[in-house]
């Protein structure tokens, strides 16, 4: 069966530090990957999904950015932190193309102070 | 562009009552419709789905049917229970779309 798994699961940063946040997935090949973020009291917002290696599209400008060096492998990364980089991070992956299911891990919760 | 509008919470309910999340969206063709639920401190799992019209998605109690005349989604669940208190978000993947566009979440409380 697939897994994902997700780490650091919690982090306290100073503003104006780096991010890495990385993304696993176990047990498929060729996977959709993503990358959103909850901030606190709101919906989920897409920041980055890949559809393969090297292939990364962002949907919102930001300081963060993301790569996949290996097949199954997202990291989300940041080179200074700003407080509203403050929430939830979530990766997700999805097999297959379009229409399948898209299933999350467990979160990151990221606190910049 | 598509787009998900879920009823706002919170709601709050007493434990057996009947549940109702309303959920809404505009697409382009035929999308795929999700719901999914977030526990506290926890990611988001899938509830259940639907991916064509007149589909009915269901699991653990929950029901979702997907209503391509009033391009509804709506969530029921027949006997709430205090186990059953998380956000629910619902979602849709465009037809050949790589996102899923949520909606901004209802958050159900149950009280016993």
């Known amino acids: 069966s697939q897994t994902i798994h997700q780490w650091p699961a919690t982090l306290v940063q100073p503003v104006g530090s780096p991010l890495s946040l990385e993304c696993t997935v176990e047990?498929?090949?060729?996977?959709?990957l993503y990358w959103y973020r909850q901030a606190a009291g709101r919906g989920l917002q897409l920041l980055f999904y890949?559809?393969?290696?090297?292939?990364i599209s962002s949907e919102v400008p930001q300081n963060l950015s993301a790569s996949r060096p290996q097949d199954r492998q997202f990291i989300l990364s940041s080179k200074k932190l700003l407080l509203s980089d403050s929430g939830f991070y979530l990766c997700?992956?999805?097999?297959?193309?379009?229409?399948?299911?898209?299933?999350f891990g467990e979160g990151s919760w990221l606190t910049v102070v | 562009g598509d787009s998900v509008t879920q009823m706002e919470g919170p709601v709050t309910l007493s434990e057996e009552a009947f549940l109702t999340i309303n959920c809404t969206y505009t697409?382009?063709?035929?999308?795929?419709l999700f719901w999914y639920v977030q526990y506290p401190g926890e990611g988001l799992q899938l509830l259940l789905k639907?991916?064509?019209?007149?589909d009915k998605g269901s699991n653990k109690g929950f029901e979702a049917t997907y209503r391509k005349e009033t391009t509804s989604f709506h969530l029921e669940k027949g006997s709430v229970q205090v186990s059953d208190s998380a956000v629910y978000f619902c979602?849709?993947?465009?037809?050949?779309?790589?996102?899923?566009?949520f909606g901004k979440g209802t958050k159900l409380s149950v009280i016993p």
């Open positions: 890949s559809v393969g290696i090297g292939q």
């Open positions: 979602a849709l993947n465009g037809a050949g779309s790589y996102q899923l566009t």
């Open positions: 047990g498929t090949s060729n996977p959709n």
């Open positions: 639907a991916t064509k019209a007149d």
């Open positions: 997700a992956w999805r097999p297959g193309g379009p229409g399948n299911t898209i299933y």
């Open positions: 697409a382009t063709g035929y999308p795929s």
